[in-house]
């Protein structure tokens, strides 16, 4: 396998996982994050925000590549998707 397709798969196995782990946590993550953004990394909130593009640029500063991290809003309601 090319280096550059097993280190894709890598960094998606982990961003995999730490969907996972935000859904998994997600009633707990309202209590304290609610009307905020948060990034999740092996299994904890890293950072959070209100604003997107704030936590994306500090992501980025402290830690450069941040392709296998998940950053999500957190809401207060439940959000239904209609497709």
Avoid: T
């Amino acid at each position: 396998m090319p280096v550059l397709v097993s280190k894709q798969k890598a960094e998606f196995q982990k961003f995999d996982k730490n969907m996972k782990w935000f859904q998994d946590n997600y009633e707990k993550l309202k209590e304290e994050y609610a009307g905020k953004y948060v990034s999740v990394s092996e299994g904890k909130v890293i950072l959070c925000d209100k604003d997107a593009r704030v936590l994306i640029k500090k992501l980025r500063e402290q830690y450069g590549d941040i392709g296998a991290f998940v950053i999500e809003f957190v809401s207060k309601h439940k959000m239904e998707l209609i497709l």
